[in-house]
Structures are given as structure tokens and as C-alpha cells.
């Protein structure tokens, strides 16, 4: 007798292969993805030295990439709901991974701004083909840890390598071919992703892998990926909640990931070196939080809690418990203590951040789970 429900459906072996292999490929795309677009904050004071740059010009060259980023997150969620995840991502990550090595060997302001622009439109598609490819492959009662792993990539675990990893690259090959290096890493991933993932509708499921990926979602339309739907999903309050958020939750991080080396340099007078080193130990714990927010969903929902409160719950409690410990680090007495609540409050944004990504693809329904994350 077939089980009644997704909750008592166990992915078969072939499955369960893919899901791993496929987390891993993620994974790997979400580090490339934060080294590339952090080679220029690395490389800052020789870029400025060689190519005569003002500290206006490389704000601008930040800021570049960002708005890039930023307008293009709603046409490339479409795209992957429309035109599929391995296409893509495939696609995308050879554009930023192209646009990084021409990067390496810009002559001028204008042609950094353009490779840093396309950089950011090229990166734009990740997480909404992330949270798509784990949607995709995974019950709503299996998607929460996957997801946090997936997600801690850009998020922690490439916050942790840039500074030492870069830095040393930059030391020993200089900056033009520190970028160019990290440019073919991403040309390296899209060749494996490409040649490895499948969508579903590409492999030959039996009806209990089929029963397996099946779900119900908080948001229901039967339209395919169009205009007409996206409405839909702006009259729903849980997209508005999720944005809402979503909203805060990314402040908090980007202030951490843009702010602690300062931070570490003018406030607690470390020196570049060694803020470099420092810098990384909190997102270490950023990547357990990660960890732990999908661990916590999982739990959850074995305990037969429904599939978007088992996410609530965790996301809601991280956010609370981050701007504690951001409130701590304003009256830290010593260093140490300083880098523990930076420590603590990167363990529980990233708590709330795994988590909500794993959110977006329990929410949404199959034709618009990458619409709602760039969302």
C-alpha cells in the first residue's frame, strides 16, 4: 500500500546519490560565486596603486556589481523557473566566471566597471537556482538541511576562505592573477554542472520516486511561470513575509560581511594581517548556524509540525537571538569578547538565513520556487 504523505516517504538510493552530488556541485558554485565577487575588496589598495584609482572610483566599482545584482535578481528567478536550473546556472556561471577573468586584465576604470557589472548580472541566478535544483530533488521534510548547507557557500563558508585564501594568492601571483584564477575555477564548476545535473523531468523516475518528490506547497496556482502568476504571488502574505523578513535578515549579514574587517581595523586596532585572519573565525560559526537552522527545520517536522512553521520557527528565533548579540558587540570591554558576539550573532543570522531559503522553496509552488527567491 502506497504511503498517504510525503512524511512517510523515504528517497530510494539513486535519489539520495543525486541529492549529494548535486549539493556538493552547489556548493561549490556558492563559494566560487563569493570568492569572485570579494576580489576586489581583497585586492583594493594595489588595484587603486596600479590602474590610478580614486577611494571614489572603487566605491563605485563596489557599488557596480551590487546594482547589477540587485536589478537584475527579478528577470533571472523568472528565467530559471522558465528555462530550467542546469541551463541557467550553466549559463551563468560561465558568464560571471568570463567576466571575472576579463577582469584580470581591465587597463582602466570604465572596463572594470562593465566586467564588474556583468559579473553581478551573471551572478544574479544562483540562489534562485539553488533553492530551485533543492526543491526539485527533495521533499519538503528532507529540503531544510541540504538547503542551509547549499546556502552557508556564499553566505560562510567563502567569507571564512576569501581573506586567507586570496590574500595568499594575491601575495604570491599579484592581484590580476588572483582574479583570473578564481575567473577559471568558475569555468571548472559549470563544466561539471553542466555535464552531471539532470532535471527530474530528465530521468526516469518509478512511482515511488515520483511519490517521493511530490508535495503540496503554502501557495497554489496551476498557471506556468507568466506575469499573471507573479501577481498571484504579491497578493499572498506569505510572500510578503518572506520579503519582510528577508529584508532585515539580509541587512544584518551584508553589515557583517561589508563592516567587521573595518571593524576589527579602527575600532579594535588589529592590524591588517591579522584582521584578516579574525575576520574569518565568526563566519566559521556562521556556517554551523547554517547547519543548525536546517537541523532544527528537520527536527521539526519529524515532530509533525507543518512544513513552513518547522522553518518559522528557526528563522524567527536566529533573527531575535543575531540582534542580541549585535547589541553586545557595541559594548564589548575586550577583543575576545568582541569577536565571541560577532561570532554569536553570524551563528544565528545564519540560523535564520539557511533556513529561510529552504522557506522560499517549501512555499512556492514548483513552476515558481525560483521566482519567489529572487523575490
Given at each position: 500500500?502506497?504511503p498517504?504523505?510525503?512524511a ?20 561549490l ?15 583594493n ?33 523568472m ?15 560561465i558568464?560571471?566566471?568570463?567576466a ?26 544562483s ?7 533543492l ?13 542551509s548547507?547549499v ?13 586567507p585564501?586570496?590574500?595568499?594568492l ?79 535578515l ?44 536546517g537541523w ?31 547589541a ?22 545564519s ?7 529552504a ?17
Amino acid at each position: 500500500m502506497p504511503p498517504s504523505s510525503t512524511a512517510q516517504l523515504v528517497a530510494s538510493g539513486r535519489i539520495r546519490r543525486k541529492q549529494r552530488a548535486y549539493a556538493v556541485i552547489l556548493l561549490l558554485a556558492g563559494v566560487v560565486n563569493y570568492l569572485d565577487r570579494s576580489t576586489l575588496a581583497i585586492g583594493n589598495p594595489l588595484i587603486r596603486y596600479d590602474l590610478g584609482l580614486s577611494i571614489a572610483d572603487m566605491g563605485l566599482l563596489l557599488s557596480s556589481f551590487l546594482w547589477a545584482y540587485a536589478f537584475s535578481q527579478l528577470p533571472s528567478g523568472m528565467a530559471v523557473d522558465r528555462i530550467g536550473p542546469r541551463r541557467l546556472l550553466g549559463w551563468a556561471l560561465i558568464v560571471w566566471s568570463a567576466a571575472q577573468l576579463v577582469t584580470g586584465f581591465v587597463t582602466n576604470f570604465m572596463q572594470f566597471v562593465i566586467a564588474r557589472i556583468v559579473l553581478g548580472i551573471g551572478e544574479s541566478p544562483s540562489f534562485p537556482s539553488f533553492v530551485r535544483v533543492l526543491r526539485e530533488w527533495h521533499s519538503p521534510n528532507d529540503r531544510t538541511v541540504p538547503t542551509s548547507i547549499v546556502c552557508s557557500g556564499p553566505s560562510s563558508i567563502g567569507p571564512a576562505l576569501a581573506p586567507p585564501l586570496l590574500t595568499a594568492l594575491m601575495v604570491l601571483t599579484g592581484w590580476r592573477m588572483m582574479i583570473i584564477l578564481t575567473g577559471l575555477c568558475g569555468i571548472v564548476v559549470a563544466a561539471i554542472w553542466m555535464r552531471c545535473y539532470r532535471n527530474p523531468a530528465e530521468v526516469a523516475l518509478n512511482p515511488d520516486e515520483r511519490r517521493y518528490l511530490a508535495e503540496e506547497t503554502e501557495i497554489t496556482t496551476d498557471a506556468g511561470a507568466s506575469l499573471a502568476g507573479w501577481r498571484l504571488l504579491f497578493s499572498q502574505r506569505t510572500t510578503w513575509g518572506i520579503m519582510g523578513g528577508n529584508f532585515g535578515l539580509m541587512y544584518l549579514q551584508w553589515l557583517y560581511l561589508a563592516w567587521l574587517p573595518g571593524y576589527l581595523e579602527i575600532d579594535r586596532h588589529m592590524s591588517i594581517g591579522k584582521s584578516g585572519v579574525v575576520a574569518s573565525i565568526p563566519f566559521v560559526f556562521g556556517m554551523l548556524g547554517s547547519i543548525a537552522g536546517g537541523w532544527f527545520g528537520k527536527l521539526f517536522m519529524s515532530l509533525g509540525v507543518r512544513p513552513i512553521p518547522s522553518c518559522k520557527i528557526p528563522i524567527v528565533t536566529g533573527m531575535i537571538l543575531a540582534a542580541s548579540a549585535t547589541a553586545a558587540v557595541t559594548i564589548a570591554p575586550t577583543d575576545g569578547a568582541a569577536i565571541a558576539a560577532v561570532s554569536f550573532a553570524l551563528f544565528f543570522t545564519s540560523c535564520a538565513s539557511g533556513t529561510a531559503w529552504a522557506l522560499t522553496g517549501i512555499a512556492a509552488p514548483r513552476s515558481y520556487t525560483a521566482s519567489l527567491a529572487s523575490i
